[in-house]
């Protein structure tokens, strides 16, 4: 594998940001956060989302021929099974359910802390990846910023809505994490497989909510609807077509700076498109977040 990217790695690598960055901003369209009668639950999108996502990355396993696990082989299923419940259908459900409340750019924001709870987990789940001092510092750092941007408003008005929000982007950046842990068990499975693997699993854990949704009163506008059709295909299907592309002619370390790159996007696109802003403290917890992560990932680069 190169470590000189070319122009079209940088390309994609550009795209897949706008991709995933995507996301947030659908969302937030897709639950009408101004007006939610006229848009969809959470309950209803998260089904939407993941069952197309599958359908897509199911065709594009058949045509690749990667082989699937044998049905014997329960490791393999079990990560999918994990990396679809745990890993993609919790956070999504739970930070698409906090975008009723709170800013798209800043739900962007909590998910940029994603690596410092991987650094965490990983400290105590694999013996190559120890938190050394270097890397704690880093850790230390990036988790004063989640400190100072949740902090605040929790000790205010604990308990409120937005409060509840921000928790809810919290514990969905630790399912991401959890996400992330759960690749590494997953590396002798065909990346394609993988991707139709868990997403099919989560789209089928998705299915229930469903019940949960009254049909007869959605009266979703047209702007909700978009939303849900941008989410379905641009970050769900055509990112995890890029990414695959994109983990094979890179690797994913440069994949990782993606998280530096996404809540910049998301807060460009969150301004321009709904006026968004966020408050100085949310400035300087995005410095600290990502001062902290690039610490703890150049720390465990360097260290012996």
Known sequence: MHNQRSAID??????????????YAFTRLAVSQSDP?????????????????AVVLLVIAYFSRQSWPALREWRPWAAMAVMGIFGTAAP?????????????????????A??????VMAHFLFQDDRIHPRK??????????????????????????????????????????????????????????FSAGFLTFGAVASWPLLMFVEFQTLTPSTSAIW??????????????????????RTSATFLSLTGYTIPIFSAIVGYLAFGELQSW??????????GGVWTAQRSAATSP
Not at 10 to 23: G, V
Not at 114 to 119: E, G
Not at 281 to 290: G, V
């Open 92 to 112: 999504f459900l739970l930070i698409t359910t906090a975008q009723q409340t709170v800013d798209s750019s800043l739900a962007a924001l909590y998910v940029a």
């Open 281 to 290: 403290h949310a400035f300087l917890a995005f410095a600290l977040i990502l």
């Open 136 to 193: 704690a510092l880093g850790v230390i750092i990036g988790f004063l910023g989640v400190a100072v941007l949740f902090g605040p408003e929790a000790a205010s008005s604990f308990g409120s809505a937005s409060v509840v929000a921000q928790a809810f982007c919290l514990l969905g950046t630790a399912c991401y994490a959890l996400s992330t842990i759960t690749a590494r068990y997953a590396r002798n499975i065909p990346p394609f497989v």
């Open 10 to 23: 940088w390309a994609m690598f550009a795209l897949l940001t706008a991709l995933w960055s995507s996301a």
């Open 37 to 53: 009668s006229s848009g969809f639950s959470p309950q209803f999108i998260i089904p939407v989302r993941l069952t197309a996502g």
């Open 227 to 248: 939303g849900l059709v941008g989410l379905a295909i641009a970050p769900t299907a055509m990112a995890s077509i890029i990414y695959m592309v994109l983990i094979r």
């Open 114 to 119: 994603a690596p410092l709870f991987v650094s």
